[in-house]
């Protein structure tokens, strides 16, 4: 019996060892699961696929991939000859329609007045030689019949009223001259000039559409075109990658969502730099449930309905990087402080 017990007593050794190795891990253990929430989830951040308005070709390209830009920088350009050409034409066309504006605003010129009257007085004095001669043949031809032939008679008669008629015409540019431009023309040509300034401004807006400019301070993920290649509004140029702000997308499952609320803070690590937490807080929590996404790593979750929660960090240094998995870290005291501080009714 003595030996049985002697040959069983190292075991019981070991098993009590483990047994108060294995408690003492569970109870140092509980605190920090319970005080911490831990979610993995992936960096996301927004994006941008830029294009030109026009379609021409692309003339130069700025920017490489990963270089940052500014909001307002001029990161490509399309050729720009033919509408330089067309805004040329466009002020030869305003230049001209001014002076046809400016002509009929001014009127009609005192020389253009003195004219006219001198052509009136040319045609009265055609229709008085006209009328005497016809005075002339009608008398003669009352007083002695066939003096005259029907001919010359009808001759002096047609001169006359054609006298008459252009004396009438003369009168009326005279009239015409005096009174200027009507307003109706004066609106017309006022009309044709703005016409014509539109179609410039609509030139120098196109000039203005060749320059690919940044909308937003950002980082430039793909250069989809190069110089020489065909632009067009359904082409994109660059894809740009808004890096402020950046997030984690993960996924917290039901039971979990009651601990957390959006503007607790929390710590987000990677794999690369485990020891250099990146602080965070959360900023959206979805209120549809999902079927996990693949993309989550941990088993438990890959069949489970979640809810897709965003934590917004503050990545000074630039280490996290578009799709980059990322552990997060939620403290969970900070949830019971504000429960405490909440009115109780």
């Not at 052509?119 to 009328?131: I, K, P, S």
């Not at 540019?173 to 109706?184: D, F, H, S, T, V």
């Given at each position: 019996?003595?030996?049985?017990?002697k040959r069983f007593a190292p075991a019981a050794v070991v098993i009590g060892l483990a047994v108060l190795a294995l408690g003492g891990w569970y109870f140092t253990r509980q605190p920090a699961d319970t005080a911490t929430l831990v979610l993995f989830g992936n960096v996301d951040i927004r994006q941008?696929?830029?294009?030109?308005?026009?379609?021409?070709?692309?003339?130069?390209?700025?920017v490489q991939e990963g270089d940052r830009v500014e909001a307002g920088q001029v990161i490509a350009r399309l050729d720009t000859r033919a509408l330089t050409l067309q805004i040329a034409e466009a002020e030869a066309r305003i230049a001209v329609q001014e002076q046809v504006l400016l002509r009929l605003k001014n009127g009609t010129r005192p020389e253009e007045v003195a004219q006219a009257r001198a052509?009136?007085?040319?045609?009265?004095?055609?229709?008085?030689?006209?009328?005497q001669h016809w005075t002339r043949l009608r008398e003669i031809t009352d007083n002695s019949s066939g003096a005259v032939s029907e001919e010359a008679v009808d001759n002096a008669?047609?001169?006359r009223r054609v006298a008459r008629a252009q004396l009438e015409n003369r009168k009326k540019?005279?009239?015409?001259?005096?009174?200027?431009?009507?307003?109706?023309d004066i609106s017309q040509a006022q009309a044709q000039l703005n016409v014509a300034r539109a179609e410039l401004a609509l030139f120098i807006h196109y000039l203005n559409q060749a320059e690919l400019k940044a909308p937003i301070n950002a980082t430039i993920r793909s250069r989809l075109l190069e110089p020489g290649d065909m632009a067009s509004p359904e082409r994109p140029v660059y894809a740009l990658a808004i890096t402020d702000p950046k997030w984690v997308r993960a996924y917290i499952t039901e039971v979990d969502l009651g601990h957390i609320k959006p503007g607790m803070s929390a710590r987000v690590t990677i794999d690369s730099h485990p020891d250099r937490p990146i602080q965070g807080r959360i900023g959206y929590i979805s209120s549809v449930a999902e079927f996990t996404p693949k993309t989550v790593q941990t088993e438990e979750l890959r069949t489970s309905?979640?809810?897709?929660?965003?934590?917004?960090?503050?990545?000074?240094?630039?280490?996290?990087?578009?799709?980059?998995?990322?552990?997060v870290h939620i403290p969970l005291q900070e949830d019971k402080q504000l429960d405490k501080q909440l009115p109780r009714t």
């Open positions: 019996m003595d030996e049985r017990l941008v696929s830029l294009a030109f308005n026009g379609s021409e070709r692309v003339a130069e390209m700025r052509e009136v007085r040319a045609a009265q004095a055609e229709t008085d030689l006209a009328e008669r047609s001169r540019a005279l009239q015409l001259a005096r009174i200027g431009p009507r307003r109706e309905l979640v809810y897709e929660v965003r934590v917004y960090v503050d990545d000074a240094d630039d280490r996290l990087r578009l799709g980059m998995p990322a552990t």
